[in-house]
């Protein structure tokens, strides 16, 4: 099965920029991907998705600030994330929509 390592995190200031990345095991030319992101006793919630083709879709909140981009020559799916703000706190994971095993995400902390 597919493996998915998050990395990028990390601590920044409110109005800072970070870039995630997500490394698949295997291919992902195919599928529909995506970034979630699950905050302290929340759910875990859709933050931005990227079809095969490139048609990217993103939460409300995030629209304007993060980028969602992929690599399929390298499997890898990116999220650039600028104007953070601490409501952006958050352990972020990709994912096919769930359809592949999580992996352990990354946290991405924004003070004020």
């Known amino acids: 099965q597919v493996q998915l390592v998050e990395s990028g995190g990390g601590l920044v200031q409110a109005g800072g920029s970070l870039t995630l990345s997500c490394v698949a095991s295997?291919?992902?030319?195919?599928?529909?991907m995506g970034w979630y992101r699950q905050a302290p006793g929340k759910q875990r919630d859709m933050v931005a998705t990227?079809?095969?083709?490139?048609?990217?879709k993103y939460a409300d909140s995030v629209t304007g600030r993060f980028t969602i981009s992929r690599d399929n020559s390298k499997n890898v799916v990116y999220l650039q994330m600028n104007s953070l703000k601490p409501e952006d706190t958050a352990v972020y994971y990709c994912?096919?929509?769930?359809?592949?095993?999580w992996g352990q995400g990354t946290q991405v902390s924004v003070s004020s």
């Open positions: 990227i079809t095969s083709g490139g048609n990217t």
């Open positions: 994912n096919a929509g769930g359809e592949l095993k």
């Open positions: 295997g291919s992902i030319i195919r599928r529909t």
